[in-house]
């Protein structure tokens, strides 16, 4: 049973820093794309970084590329969101999301993201 539990999440004066944690269990991590989801209030979620499967590409949506950084740590089943120059645009809940098909996470394009496998969230909030 895949199950991905977030930490890290609080609040934060703009131009600040946290760093999110999402711990996997269940499948092998390495096997699978694994991202990094937002939804602030009245918005859709939206994809903020990813990775493919095995090493493959890392992916980041625009309004976040240069600010935050994706990286998995295989050994520990862990997946890090580390973000900086935080700006409140940047407030949501950051949802930790895996996804096992390969085809459907490719480019950081998961068209299907309601079939992968997602985590409880985490709040992040900017001021």
């Known amino acids: 049973h895949v199950q991905l539990v977030e930490s890290g999440g609080g609040s934060v004066q703009a131009g600040g820093s946290l760093t999110l944690s999402c711990v996997a269990s269940?499948?092998?991590?390495?096997?699978?794309?694994m991202g990094w989801f937002r939804q602030a209030p009245g918005n859709e979620r939206e994809g903020v970084a990813s990775l493919e499967a095995g090493g493959g590409g890392e992916y980041y949506a625009d309004s976040v590329k240069g600010r935050f950084t994706i990286s998995q740590d295989n050994a520990k089943e862990m997946l890090y969101l580390q973000m900086s120059s935080l700006k409140p645009t940047d407030t949501g809940i950051y949802y930790c999301?895996?996804?096992?098909?390969?085809?459907?996470?490719?480019?950081?394009?998961?068209?299907?993201?309601?079939?992968?496998?997602w985590g409880q969230g985490t709040q992040v909030t900017v001021s």
């Open positions: 999301a895996a996804e096992r098909r390969a085809a459907f996470c490719s480019g950081g394009y998961w068209p299907e993201p309601d079939l992968a496998y």
């Open positions: 269940g499948y092998t991590s390495n096997s699978y794309c």
